[in-house]
């Protein structure tokens, strides 16, 4: 019971942590949601490397490259493409942007296409 209650914990506890760091400021909801719908996202302004975005983003529920929620599910690049085709970083963001059970969904508000695209790369490139 204490374990679960401890996982719990933990889920809720990164996707909040998540949420919390990547709000942007109140300007931005308010232009984002008044914006039409064909509008494109602001390009990313933060200037963090793929290895930042990966820490501050992922690495509570991925450490070294594990799956703290699903242990099968690795990113491990051999991993990835062998169950799911996952080869690319635009496969990763695709992921991030509509993911299935269990992880945190990353929107573009939350994290930009070119952040997101680092995050990819980085992925690919660090966890064979």
């Known amino acids: 019971m204490a374990i679960l209650a401890l996982i719990t914990g933990g889920v809720t506890g990164c996707k909040k942590k998540s949420e919390e760091q990547a709000q942007p400021p109140q300007s931005a909801v308010t232009t984002a ?27 509570v529920c991925h450490p070294n490259g594990g799956n703290t929620i699903t242990p099968a599910k690795t ?3 051999k ?34 296409n070119d952040d997101a695209q680092k995050i990819g790369q980085y992925i690919l490139a660090t966890f064979p």
């Open 33 to 59: 949601k008044s914006a039409p719908a064909t509008a494109q996202p602001a390009p990313s302004a933060t200037g963090l490397t793929g290895e930042q975005l990966f820490k501050q983003h992922c690495a």
């Open 75 to 77: 990113l491990s690049a």
């Open 79 to 112: 991993a990835m493409a062998d169950r799911s085709k996952i080869t690319k970083p635009e496969d990763i963001v695709k992921i991030m942007r509509n993911p299935g059970p269990g992880m945190n969904k990353f929107d573009e508000g939350m994290i930009s």
